[in-house]
């Protein structure tokens, strides 16, 4: 089969991820392929025993070839090592004492593990050095890099586990500039940020002048990739939105039909928020493994303090009104220009006197229901303004979680919500518009309000 090469016949550039044990070389790679199923993660040392290779397409064409390999584990001894056989090997260059060295591998069968990461890194186009900044500066680190060097490559430092680590990172950054490395980069594989892998990109462009075209092909083939994302997710949440806010149930007189119905009601409404968290776990590549929420923790999709809790009103900074009716409302016939709200028989007629035909069509079953004196049930605003946000913050969380992420997704309990300023005019535009909850409408009307509403979820703010 022939090797795929980017546009205009560009090579794959050939990337070897190094460093000590435990530093987070595949947890790189995972949060790059944005697959938490690559390779194998723990917290003991020594976990990657082989070279294990994957890809970073940009569309079809292969970009970038990654190779994930062991950590260094004893790199002073090792050092030690090149040193005395170079004694023996004179007139010898760094690479072609490497060379030397590896072709001998039976006679140090203790370095069995560097000497596979010894043989990748002569065979790449650069080298990932991962740094976990938390670790205390040892010798054994700037052996690791003497030895590295002795590759020729270009060597790019990645400084993982940065979040809280001011001090240390600007110690590491000291330390590697001794050894003119200064294209350093952070890269928290468990705190994500897009614009990180964007600038890893950036440096492998300075470093690799013959791939830049390539690699620009990849940042802005990844950056759309993570563009679409982002608003598939927030239209994902705004779907979740309209479904609830569109939702019409008549009910007549009966305690008892009214009872069943909100019932119904609450299960449809907890049945379609469950849809939504499982459909952004897809989007974002996650399970549900991953989510643990605090305080509102979700397993198997459904999130454990129940929506139509007053605990969840009280988590996200709202309060049961006292139309509420387990968790919703019961709106009395209905507002041709708002909907939802309490209006009687003749206020009905007439609206409907005064309406024209569309709007007529439109709510033709509303009219017949408070015709009959029946009323209309309908999810009150708290519960809407509740899956909105409850949705958001999962939709944020998950944007920034890392794929070598071990610890369950957690999410703040003390941070402020509000909602957009907005926001009450959106929930009645919605209202009126009960057609929308079984498909999106392809009308401008709604493709609009879809446009505002991702805006809103997508704002960082």
Not at 102 to 112: D, G, H, N, S, T
Not at 162 to 183: D, K, M, T, V, Y
């Amino acid at each position: 089969m022939a090797k795929k090469t980017c546009e205009n016949n560009y090579q794959a550039i050939k990337v070897a991820v190094v460093g000590h044990t435990n530093t987070g070389k595949t947890s790189l790679i995972r949060t790059l392929l944005r697959d938490d199923r690559f390779g194998h993660i723990e917290d003991a040392a020594g976990t990657t025993r082989y070279v294990e290779k994957t890809a970073i397409f940009a569309d079809e064409d292969e970009v970038l070839t990654l190779f994930d390999t062991p950590g260094f584990e004893d790199s002073s001894a090792l050092l030690q090592a090149l040193e005395e056989f170079d004694t023996k090997n004179t007139n010898e260059s760094p690479r072609l004492l490497l060379r030397e060295f590896i072709a001998q591998a039976e006679e140090f069968p203790e370095y069995v593990q560097e000497i596979k990461v010894l043989r990748q890194s002569l065979s790449c186009d650069v080298l990932l050095y991962i740094i976990d900044v938390r670790e205390p500066l040892l010798g054994k680190y700037r052996d690791e890099v003497e030895i590295l060097s002795k590759a020729g490559k270009p060597i790019v430092p990645v400084f993982n586990f940065i979040a809280g680590q001011c001090e240390a990172l600007a110690r590491w950054r000291q330390q590697l500039s001794q050894f003119n490395l200064h294209a350093a980069l952070e890269f928290d594989t468990v705190a994500f940020e897009f614009e990180a892998e964007k600038r890893l990109y950036q440096k492998l462009q300075s470093l690799l002048d013959p791939h830049y075209d390539a690699l620009q092909i990849l940042i802005d083939y990844r950056q759309e990739v993570w563009h679409n994302l982002n608003h598939a997710g927030a239209q994902r949440v705004f779907r979740l939105i309209t479904e609830a806010a569109c939702y019409r149930q008549e009910v007549g007189d009966k305690i008892a039909d009214t009872s069943a119905k909100v019932e119904a009601m609450n299960a449809f409404v907890r049945k379609a928020e469950r849809r939504t968290v499982n459909d952004l776990l897809k989007i974002f590549a996650f399970t549900q493994l991953d989510i643990d929420l605090q305080q509102v923790a979700v397993h198997d999709g459904v999130w454990e303090l129940d929506i139509f809790s007053p605990g969840a009103l009280k988590e996200f900074g709202l309060s049961a009104g006292a139309s509420a009716l387990k968790g919703a409302a019961a709106g009395a016939g209905v507002d041709l220009m708002v909907g939802g709200l309490s209006l009687g028989t003749g206020a009905v007629l007439g609206a409907a006197l005064g309406a024209g035909w569309s709007t007529l069509r439109r709510y033709r079953q509303e009219i017949k229901a408070a015709l009959r004196g029946n009323k209309w049930l309908c999810v009150d605003d708290n519960t809407i303004s509740l899956l909105y946000l409850r949705q958001r913050e999962l939709l944020h969380a998950l944007t920034q979680r890392g794929h070598a992420a071990q610890t369950t997704l957690q999410v703040s309990s003390d941070k402020q919500y509000s909602l957009p300023e907005p926001w009450s005019k959106m929930i009645k535009v919605l209202r009126q518009h009960p057609a929308w909850q079984h498909a999106p409408a392809a009308d401008e009307e709604y493709q609009n309000l879809q446009t505002e509403v991702v805006g809103w979820l997508l704002d960082q703010e």
